[in-house]
């Protein structure tokens, strides 16, 4: 199977994270024009190392895409440059975890919500109306094995990513038969260096990882994933 992003508009938010990196090198060795959002020099520069030859193609916005009219000059600024959005991947989201519901605090749980639903709803709404008019795009949503797996100590994460999931279900219901798609994915425990510095004694090995995660989300935006709009792609490692 033959994927390719060639002259395609790629927009990875968050994507100089843990995910976001490994999605932003995966989407750039297909060819594609990929946009990431930021929020620290460091991560970038991470990232533009890793790309090498390719980081020319890379183009950095600082914003915080939680908040509203930061989500909507992002897509502005990119149609105003390409013309076009092609893709979109949101990998912004965050853990909090360790407490139950009842010694959760509320700033605790609005974060949850910010980070892991309202990033998708600003920039899916800002987003989506331009795939809508060229008649075509994909986007898909980074959730968690959490959004159906609602274990003790992680209320607020678990409710902010089943929302999270049941958001863009709608949404794909909103779009089917435009030529836009819409689908989820649903990671558990990504192996990254900070998880593995918050769970030492886990077992590394059957996590998933971020570059294993990439090629499931490269192959539900590509065209060859065209029959695809909906879905809940779990991405479970070896457990």
Not at 24 to 31: D, K, Y
Not at 73 to 80: V, W
């Amino acid at each position: 199977m033959q994927i390719s992003f060639k002259d395609k508009v790629v927009l990875v938010a968050g994507g100089t994270g843990g995910l976001g990196h490994a999605v932003s090198l995966a989407f750039l060795s297909e060819g594609a024009k990929v946009i990431v959002t930021y929020r620290n020099e460091k991560g970038l520069a991470s990232l533009k190392s890793a790309a090498g030859a390719q980081a020319s193609a890379i183009d950095a916005v600082e914003t915080d895409v939680t908040e509203e009219a930061g989500g909507t000059r992002l897509i502005e600024g990119i149609l105003a440059k390409h013309g076009r959005l092609d893709v979109l991947v949101n990998t912004v989201g965050g853990y909090a975890g360790g407490v139950n519901l009842c010694e959760t605090d509320a700033k605790t749980f609005d974060r949850m919500l910010d980070l892991n639903l309202r990033s998708g709803f600003v920039l899916a709404r800002a987003a989506v109306p331009a795939m809508l008019k060229q008649g075509s795009g994909a986007v898909v949503n980074v959730a968690a094995k959490a959004a159906v797996d609602h274990g003790a100590g992680a209320s607020a994460y678990a409710a902010s990513k089943a929302a999270a999931v049941a958001m863009m279900d709608s949404l794909a219901a909103d779009v089917k038969g435009t030529g836009v798609r819409v689908n989820s994915v649903l990671p558990s425990i990504i192996d990254t260096p900070v998880n593995r510095q918050a769970m030492p004694d886990a077992n590394f090995a059957v996590w998933p990882k971020p570059e294993e995660i990439a090629r499931v989300i490269l192959f539900l935006a590509s065209d060859a994933a065209q029959v695809i709009n909906g879905a809940q792609i779990p991405v479970y490692g070896k457990s």
